[in-house]
Each structure stands twice: as structure tokens, then as C-alpha cells.
């Protein structure tokens, strides 16, 4: 067979395009839903890290997680919550939001050397290559219980709280707005200057969007608008 096996191909390319338009357009929409409720975006954050730390505990006293990791990930959603300060603003130098951004590939990777060891009846795993197939495995869990578990007690706050935070290179002048802009008395934006409050996740998704177009103009596919607009007035 040849044409079977390119069509397939030419398939799993438009899927992942099909999917990677979905979740942009998924997050643009979040985004403009926040920009309209941050009082309740806030209120929703915060009791979501409440939730997963619930969750986190139980798990270690329940299922007897272990405890190291139990902690890390309280400890790592406690830096999280202080993204929370001034909400929705985010000071993308502020060293809370770089240890976030560093506790979010730490507890993956973690969570993902936990998972990938198999469990005993010991509870540790076996120590030569032959237990490995000899050993009988107890209580491993399944990939469902594994995925769910990283969607939401690794993941889902970070990703909250990237689509809910703002840059604060994009944030109103007001009271407060000079934790983000570093502006001070007598310092900052012009009397009657604006720009509007765009939440990250939002611009990712224009910049990529930019990227992509200025790019294809470069190479031919298409026109820029620029180009559009000088044609159309000559």
C-alpha cells in the first residue's frame, strides 16, 4: 500500500492542526472570560489551591503517597497562590513567578520518576533486573488514574493561572499598576495614555498569530497587510 499510508499521514497532520487552532482558540476565550470577571477569576483561583492541596493530603494519608512529594507539592502551590498579590497583574521578573514557572517542570518531572517505578508488595522497587518480572506488582495504578492526576494536581492550577495573569507590560494605569510598570510619582505614562490589560495566555496566542503571518509573507505563501493596504491605496 502507498497511498493508505500517506493519507494517513496527511490525516494526523490536519488533526494536530485542527487541535492546536482548538486549544488557541480555547484559551483566547478564557482569556477575555477573565478579563471580564477577575474579582471571581481570583475568589476561583484561590479555592482551587485550596482544593488540590485537600486533595494532596488525602492521597498521602489515604493512599499513602509519599510524603516528600506530598510536600513539595504543597509547598510548591503555596509559591503559586502568591502570584495571587496582585491580581491579575504578574511582574514577569518577580521571583516568585520564576520559581512557579520552575516548580511546575520540577513536580512533573518528580511526579513522573514516582509513577514510572514499579510498586511491590515491599513497597519500594525491585532491586535486580530479574525482580522486575518476578516481583508481583501491588496496587500499580492505571494511566487514567496517572493523567488525572497530573491534569489536576500538578497542571491545573499553573495553567490557571497562566491563562488568568497579565503581563505587566499590558496593564491600565491605576492604583497599584505600579507594582508591574515600575512607574512612580511624576513617572510612567502621559496624562490620557492607555493600554489595555491583555491576559498572557491572550497575547501568547496574538504573538504567535503575528509570528506566523509575518513569516509566511517572508516566505511568499502570502501577502502582509501592510502590502494590502499600500496596493489598496495606490
Known amino acids: 500500500m502507498y497511498i493508505l499510508p500517506l493519507l494517513g499521514y496527511v490525516g494526523l497532520l490536519l488533526g494536530f492542526s485542527f487541535l492546536t487552532l482548538s486549544i488557541a482558540s480555547g484559551l483566547y476565550y478564557l482569556s477575555e472570560l477573565v478579563e471580564e470577571h477577575s474579582v471571581f477569576s481570583a ?6 489551591v485550596y482544593a488540590v492541596v485537600t486533595v494532596q493530603i488525602l492521597l498521602c494519608l489515604v493512599d499513602k503517597f509519599p510524603w516528600h512529594l506530598t510536600l513539595l507539592g504543597v509547598a510548591s502551590h503555596a ?7 496582585h ?6 521578573s518577580d521571583p516568585f513567578f520564576l520559581s512557579s514557572c520552575g516548580l511546575v517542570v520540577f513536580n512533573h518531572w518528580m511526579w513522573f520518576r514516582h509513577f514510572s517505578q514499579p510498586v511491590t508488595y515491599r513497597g519500594a522497587p525491585p532491586s535486580s533486573r530479574r525482580d522486575w518480572y518476578s516481583a508481583p506488582v501491588y496496587d500499580q495504578p492505571t494511566f487514567t488514574e496517572i493523567a488525572s492526576y497530573f491534569g489536576i494536581c500538578v497542571w ?5 493561572l497562566f491563562v488568568s495573569l497579565s503581563a505587566g507590560e499590558n496593564v491600565l494605569p491605576s492604583m497599584g499598576s505600579e507594582y508591574a510598570t515600575g512607574a512612580r510619582d511624576g513617572v510612567g505614562f502621559k496624562k490620557g495614555h492607555k493600554r489595555k490589560n491583555t491576559g498572557m495566555a491572550k497575547a501568547a496566542v ?7 503571518t509575518e513569516n509566511g509573507a517572508v516566505m511568499g505563501l502570502w501577502q502582509s497587510d501592510n502590502v494590502r493596504q499600500t496596493r489598496a491605496f495606490d
Not at 509559591?79 to 498579590?85: G, K, Q
Not at 491545573?156 to 490557571?160: D, G, I, W
Not at 496574538?206 to 506566523?212: E, G, L, P, T
Request: aromatic letters at 12%; a positive charge; zero cysteines.
Open 156 to 160: 491545573l492550577v499553573p495553567f490557571a
Open 43 to 48: 475568589k476561583l483561583l484561590k479555592r482551587l
Open 206 to 212: 496574538n504573538n504567535a498569530k503575528d509570528w506566523i
Open 87 to 92: 491580581f491579575p497583574i504578574v511582574k514577569l
Open 79 to 85: 509559591i503559586y497562590a502568591t502570584n495571587l498579590r
